[in-house]
């Protein structure tokens, strides 16, 4: 019903940035939640920065601050904006958003995109 496409990803340089997009499309009711997850090689996967509808924001400590997260409702998009990256950043970012219909609540995950940071 819902599809979340990720797109922005890539190779870079420390201190460099990126930014990401997400798109949902499908059939939605009303997106409450958009975010970004990221997961690194042995390690579990970690919110990294979320957008309620009404535009509050929560970040992980480690990338509060150089890290900014927005979205556009009427697009149904979400943006992170990674600044200031690090090694510590390459991951596999993937988009997610919580989808309401009524009082029904249900997640949606996209396929993930590459962020890579050279040393």
């Known amino acids: 019903q819902v599809q979340l496409v990720e797109s922005g990803g890539g190779l870079v340089q420390p201190g460099e940035s990126l930014r990401l997009s997400c798109a949902a499309s499908g059939s939605i009711g009303s997106i409450n939640q958009m975010g970004w997850y990221r997961q690194a090689p042995g390690k579990q996967r970690e919110m990294v920065a979320v957008?309620?509808?009404?535009?509050?924001?929560h970040y992980t400590h480690s990338v509060q601050g150089r890290f900014t997260v927005s979205r556009d409702n009427a697009k149904n998009t979400v943006d992170l904006l990674l600044n200031s990256l690090q090694p510590e950043d390459a991951a596999v970012y993937y988009c997610?958003?919580?989808?309401?219909?009524?009082?029904?609540?249900?997640?949606?995950w996209g396929q993930g995109t590459q962020v890579t940071v050279s040393s």
């Open positions: 957008i309620t509808s009404g535009g509050s924001t």
């Open positions: 997610y958003a919580v989808v309401g219909w009524g009082k029904e609540e249900y997640d949606y």
